[in-house]
């Protein structure tokens, strides 16, 4: 792998305007209570925002009970905890390690980089403790299942030759901590239970943190691995977006069914609580700083994966058990 140039260690990733390093005073891993506080869980609650969940308020949802919109939502809270985990763990953390083994790595980017591991690693644990919280306070068991499109990214991975591997996993955390983090703070108000969105607030801002320090790296690295690598580097970024914000609709339908819907009605129910357009939208929403960095770098994953979102405009959603087209 190629050396990182000269320049390109990261603005600290709690620096504040004068350049301050403000981590130890902000950093989650510092300042976060133990335990949950704030109001205690309420019948009136949910655990995600039904904005979010659409498919909750369907007719032939609805008609499953209030209980099943309740286990529906604690379901995606399930999901996001455990994909959590493993991005955190075998993703960002992985491409922590292989940054840090890369020759001249300055002395401040390592400090920076020890801080993002370890916000990570406590993120993880983070989540373990929530998973118990919400089990005491609902009764609620959340799975540590992740969505399919976590495996689809080891796999990717996995499919590329040993000596590609470290190149395609710092690529994939570059993805992923440059996405808009937007989406982790929409998940909490309106009724949803206060620890819910105060855990996935604290979470957005140490992601804010990280998304800047990844910001600057890829600006002084993804350069220096194109002139050897550009294909890869490519194809890794713009299916890593595919991946990534592609609901897993499938594992929708099977929540569905197994609370008592036909696979006709799941399929029913998922295609006519989601607006393509409003879809579409989102994608381009959470990877527009994503795409701006890919593009900047004269990369054209970013439009590639843009031009791709008419596929939503295809088939029944839960059809899509990808985003990315087959190529020939």
Known sequence: MSPVPPGAGAVPPGAGSAGEDRWYGKAMVRVRDPEPVGPAWQDT?????????????????????????????????????AKTEVVELEIVNRAVQRILELPGTPDEMRTDLLKVYTDEGYHVLMMEEFRSHIQQVTGLRLGRTPGREVGDIARLVAGLPREKRPIAVICCAIVTETLITATLRQAGGDTVYPAVTRMLAEHATDEARHHAFFHR??????????????????SVLRQVLWYFLRPDFGRLHADLVARG?????????????????????????????????IGDLGLEAGEQFADRLSVLDGASLVDLTTLEPHRS
């Open 45 to 81: 609650h949910v655990l995600y925002n039904q904005a979010l969940t659409p498919y909750t308020a369907h007719p032939l949802v609805a008609a499953l009970g209030p209980r099943a919109a309740l286990e529906l939502g604690a379901g995606r809270l399930a999901e996001y905890l």
């Open 261 to 293: 819907l036909t696979p006709r009605q799941a399929a029913t129910a998922i295609d006519e609580s989601h607006d393509r357009a409003e879809l579409r939208r989102q994608f381009l929403g959470a990877s527009a700083a994503c795409r701006k960095l």
């Open 217 to 234: 790296f890829a600006d002084g690295w993804i350069p220096t691995v194109v002139q050897r690598d550009r294909a890869l580097v490519e």
